[in-house]
């Protein structure tokens, strides 16, 4: 049964720094793996996916990566801003089944 | 092109009554899943279907909890005899084709139940 853990589960840093967000995996057997934003009270935003044959992906400041092998991704945020302040979700979904699972989210705060 | 829609946003229903929410698919998507998020945990699949189709229900409770994604309308998930238990958010996503490595999962805002 694959479970997905995302540590720590709150982060609080200053404006400015950069960020390394985790997500481990316990079946390596993925097909893809997808980083989520949630806002509070709101829906999910996606923000990365990464195909299981990609080693990583880029989106302006973030950059996730993939290491299959050892059941690990990580979302790197460049030069945070207030505004990166939210709950972070990663997911991974598996060939054969539809479904995504989840980890229960990192929540960050940037402080201005 | 509008995103994921679901509706309503807020529903607050006494014990013992019906819950009845809804998803419209992205315009093009005929995948839709539903996930569950209670309070302080991570989101979990429920169901997903198809036009007219049931493909895995294998997180849905056995009882009370009930999906459709009928040939024409958005796809409902049915609560009935809510308790206090089902208080959580309700999340829709959908996709245009089984998922394929490269295929997004698109989510709705969320339908906040709050069973009182």
């Known amino acids: 049964k694959q479970e997905v853990t995302q540590i720590p589960a709150a982060l609080s840093v200053p404006e400015g720094e950069n960020l390394v967000l985790n997500c481990s995996f316990t079946?390596?057997?993925?097909?893809?793996l997808q980083w989520f934003r949630q806002d509070p009270g709101k829906g999910l935003t996606s923000l990365l996916l990464?195909?299981?044959?990609?080693r990583e992906q880029t989106s302006g400041r973030l950059n996730a990566s993939l290491d299959k092998s050892s059941g690990r991704s990580t979302l790197y945020i460049a030069a945070s801003q207030p505004g990166d302040s939210a709950t972070y979700l990663c997911a991974v979904s598996q060939g054969g089944s539809e479904k995504l699972v989840f980890g229960k989210g990192m929540k960050l705060t940037v402080n201005p | 092109n509008a995103g994921v829609m679901q509706n309503p946003r807020h529903l607050v229903r006494r014990r013992g009554q019906e819950a009845r929410l809804r998803c419209s698919p992205m315009?093009?998507?005929?995948?839709v899943y539903w996930y569950r998020q209670l309070p302080e945990e991570g989101l979990k699949f429920m169901v997903y279907?198809?036009?007219?189709?049931?493909?895995?229900e294998s997180g849905m409770p056995k009882e009370r909890f009930s999906a459709e994604f009928p040939k024409e309308g958005p796809s409902i998930l049915r609560i009935q005899q809510v308790v206090r238990g089902d208080s959580a958010a309700y999340f829709c996503?959908?996709?245009?084709?089984?998922?394929?490595?490269?295929?997004?999962?698109?989510f709705g805002q969320g339908t906040r139940l709050t069973v009182v």
């Open positions: 990464i195909q299981s044959s990609q």
């Open positions: 996503a959908s996709s245009p084709s089984e998922r394929k490595q490269h295929t997004e999962a698109f």
């Open positions: 279907l198809q036009k007219e189709n049931i493909i895995d």
């Open positions: 079946d390596s057997a993925i097909y893809n």
């Open positions: 315009k093009g998507h005929s995948h």
